[in-house]
């Protein structure tokens, strides 16, 4: 999954200290789904979309290969 948290959150000037604490995780977190190491669950999603008053789809993008079997 691509997601464009890194530049959205560049944007709005906030850092990972300032998201994570907004959205009740730690800084690591923050960092490994902007390096895509991570994939946040529906519920983290939902709080970061409303952080940046977005849509969860504006921020994160399936790929194509999301969509093979595992």
């Known amino acids: ?3 464009t948290l890194r ?3 560049k944007r709005k000037k906030i850092t990972q200290e300032q ?3 907004l959205a009740g995780v730690s800084r690591q977190s923050i ?3 902007e390096r895509g190491k991570y994939t946040p669950s529906t519920t983290l ?3 970061i979309s ?3 008053n977005t849509s969860v789809n504006r ?3 399936l790929e194509p290969m999301d969509y093979q079997a595992k």
């Open 31 to 33: 960092n490994a789904i």
């Open 59 to 61: 921020l994160f993008e």
């Open 19 to 21: 998201l994570a604490g």
């Open 50 to 52: 409303e952080i940046f």
């Open 1 to 3: 999954m691509k997601n």
């Open 45 to 47: 999603a939902l709080k």
């Open 7 to 9: 530049e959205e959150r």
